[in-house]
């Protein structure tokens, strides 16, 4: 099964270049949107632009896993929870202009270009005659099963020894931002629904005055369920009565 | 013919002419604007039918047209752009959604190879080693179309879409490439069109002793991750029952409220689009994808030429219809539900489900005995924790008589049990003085 790409082989190819030098101004732009952009949600999208084209480049440079695994992990997952934190944070989150400290700014871009230009020329004079060898070899068996076989052979402990750090790490995370409450402190929804009918309690809302009375004046007490008088239900200054039988009778104007 | 003369493998790739590529890509697109099209159509009318009333039906043959009246209709309408709007988002954040989608398609198989004008070619715009991972790309980015735009908007209810979704499409990804893995483990690649050859191989196994021809499908032989992918895929598409991003009850429309006009065009095409990719990448992956299913697979020429892209698009269809169904059926979650079905259910259930995939692979490979011992030990792992497993004996529930006789005092009083309300002196005594209306019968009506 040939599963290496084309691009694979040492020399660089035409499409490559071309790819590479679309790319890689916008990489460069990138990087630097993040740093120059005011808006915080701007700064993450600049380096999301980053990230997509670093993730081209991996599969230009015949490492599609590794590629197509920045794009899902970096920009799709780590990326999107930055995002999430940004917009919880609130839109209007921008930096302020004010210079902390005196040609701060100034300071920084010049040692910023100068070790770009330290950086680029070294890595320049470094690679300048060199020929790429071994990407036909390490891809032999399919990129991803060689993938696999360095990562389950020869990396298994550094492997392991990283997923057991982010385990770490996540539940280090949980554990602090976790409010413990004692289990006496939870209520679930029944104990609240005994408490609401336990004796003393009175569970619903306040009777109107008049429901199920002789009459509707407010001063009539209402009827609880079993026929007794709630003095819940009349205003406290009324005095508590019930009608008698004579003034509840009809006056015979409702016919 | 043998059937496997068909399949197209890698080799097969990056060998056309330009017109080629061009057309290939053409169809790609059509198909994604054609799936809309109908799409929504579709829904509308499977809607309609399952509601008991016609749904859309004046414009064209069966109302076919009514989409593209309805596109029309949006193009023509004002575009507006929210003054607190963060402009060059808010514009672009439609066209990624789109995007993504149209370009998860390129890498499905439509069909094996064919000849176009003396040219043999696969039915596929592309095809690469981690194939699936581009569309699981693709999907994570389409994720930031459905963000920026409820953030860019710059009003609430957009961005409480927005956030849903992040949450939600996250949670679902995991989900989503879990049971995926199962797929990997047992096509042994990461390319589409290789996964799709080797659910067309079927496979034999040996039950007592005797071969037994069993069926290629991974729905079939991978059914957990069949059922937690399906699940997966509708999170990931927003659709219901999982649509809260847009839930029309709690967030007027969610992330796209403030959309108008091309702009949500573009956000209802990249939704359809969306669910006609997953459902194409379903197929692909669990469907047996342009190979015939059982009935027709009888015919010889079903699996070569031109045919499997019939065989091929019937099963979208049948997906689509079932994400229509899900959605006629199903009301949609609540947000803590959707989450703990994501975190408690799907990926637990996906991990466990690799685990023991995983132990049956290798478990092939194996000496009887070994195999046996392993099954035993497991077994009776599982029968000693059935055994021990602490019960819950069920009270006897008191009857009603005894629940309110053992109510303490003071407790809020209760009804009469035997439900009859003395009536007031007041209902009495209207009724005693009024005339009966049914009156006993007098001596004309015992005449007739």
Redesign the interface.
Known sequence: ??????LASGAVSGGEAVTFWILAPLALAGAIGMVAAR?A??SA?WL?LTM?SL?VFYVLQAG??I???Q??VY???IM??F??VL??VG?DAADSLIEVLRGQRIAAIGLGVGFAVLLGSGVYRATQDSTPVGLEQANAG???QGIAQLLFTDYVFAFELTAALLITATIGGMILAHVERRKEDKRDQVATMKAR????N??GPKPGPGVFA?SSSVATPAR?????LSDRSTPDILPVRELT?EE?T?KGTEK | MNPMAQAPSLTDFGHDPWWLILGKIVFAFVVALLGTLLGVWFERRVVGFMQVRPGPNQLGPFGLLQTLADGLKMAFKEDILPKSADKVIYFFAPAISVICAVTALSVIPFGPMVSVFGHQTPLQVTDVPVAVLVVLALSSMAVYGIVLAGWASGSTYPLLGGLRSSAQLISYEVALGLSIVAVFMLAGTMSTSEIVAAQGQGITFNLFGADIQGPGWYAVLLFPSFVVFFISIVGETNRPPFDLPEAESELVAGFMTEYSSLKFALIMLSEYVAMVTMSAFTVTLFLGGWYAPWPISLWSGANSGWWPLLWFFGKVILLVFVFVWLRGTLPRLRYDQLMRLGWKVLIPVSLVWIVVLATWLKAQDWERNDRLVVLGIVGGIGLIAALFWPSRKPQPKPTLVEQVENRPQGSFPLPPLDLQVPPSPRTRRMVAEREPANAPAGQDSQEV
């Open positions: 099964m040939i599963t290496s790409t084309v808006n949600v701007h999208l999301v997509l993730g599609p896993f590629g197509m695994v794009i899902i920009t799709g997952a999107m929870l995002l999430f917009m919880l839109r399919g990129n991803v009918f336990a004796p003393g009175y569970p002789t609880l369920p079993d026929g007794r039988a509840t009809l």
